[in-house]
């Protein structure tokens, strides 16, 4: 069975500051992971996903995230954020036999000018 | 191209009614998943179809249901309901479903308030 964790609820930083969320996981298989993002009452967007190959992934926006498999980690970061990535943020796994989704509870990014 | 489009946006029901929500993916995909995602939570995975059979089903009763239908698009209906289901209820869409690491592409949602 896969799991993730994600350690921070809420992610408060300054405009122009770098960022980094979270994510931790378990799983008993091989793994895949993502980082999807929602804007207010949206739905999910696909930020960047690791499934082999070079453990530094780079996605949309700015954002790219390391895969750690010795600490099980899959961290997001981004070096400067902007006012329009405040948003909820998801780690999610997948892995055989299918590519359905186990996500975290989220954590919550919000960009102070 | 259109994305993945779900309807209605917002739906009011009472307890112990019945709800159907439904779902028509990307055009091309096959594959139709559906998630649930309480206030605060990340969306949990209820069933996933794939060419109108169920290829998967999550920790949820049996007063959720759905189906998938021959132009791909889906449905999902849930009876008898609870306070507890009102959520945000995500359909997802992708190519196969079948291959791990594909990626699933999310429709706006269906926001379901239970009186």
């Known amino acids: 069975a896969q799991s993730v964790t994600q350690l921070d609820s809420q992610v408060p930083v300054f405009e122009e500051a770098p960022v980094e969320l979270r994510c931790n996981y378990s799983s008993s298989v091989s793994v895949y992971l993502f980082w999807y993002v929602q804007y207010p009452n949206q739905g999910l967007q696909l930020l960047l996903k690791?499934?082999?190959?070079?453990?530094l992934v780079k996605g949309i926006n700015g954002f790219e995230a390391e895969f750690n498999k010795s600490q099980t980690s899959f961290h997001l970061r981004k070096p400067s954020v902007h006012i329009s990535d405040t948003a909820e943020y998801f780690c999610?796994?997948?892995?055989?036999?299918?590519?359905?989704?186990?996500f975290g509870t989220g954590t919550r990014l919000t960009v102070i000018p | 191209d259109a994305g993945v489009t779900q309807s209605p946006t917002h739906l009011i029901k009472t307890r112990g009614q019945q709800v159907t929500l439904r779902c028509s993916p990307i055009?091309?995909?096959?594959?139709v998943s559906w998630y649930q995602q309480v206030l605060g939570q990340g969306p949990q995975f209820i069933f996933q179809?794939?060419?109108?059979?169920?290829?998967g089903r999550g920790n949820f009763p049996d007063r959720f249901s759905a189906r998938q239908f021959p132009n791909y698009s889906s449905e999902l209906n849930v009876n008898a309901l609870l306070l507890g289901d009102s959520a945000l209820y995500l359909c997802?869409?992708?190519?196969?479903?079948?291959?791990?690491?594909?990626?699933?592409?999310f429709g706006p949602g269906t926001r379901l308030l239970v009186l």
């Open positions: 997802a869409s992708s190519l196969m479903g079948r291959e791990v690491g594909e990626t699933q592409y």
């Open positions: 179809y794939y060419e109108k059979e169920e290829r």
């Open positions: 690791y499934l082999s190959g070079s453990t």
């Open positions: 999610a796994v997948s892995g055989p036999p299918s590519n359905n989704l186990f």
């Open positions: 055009s091309g995909h096959k594959s």
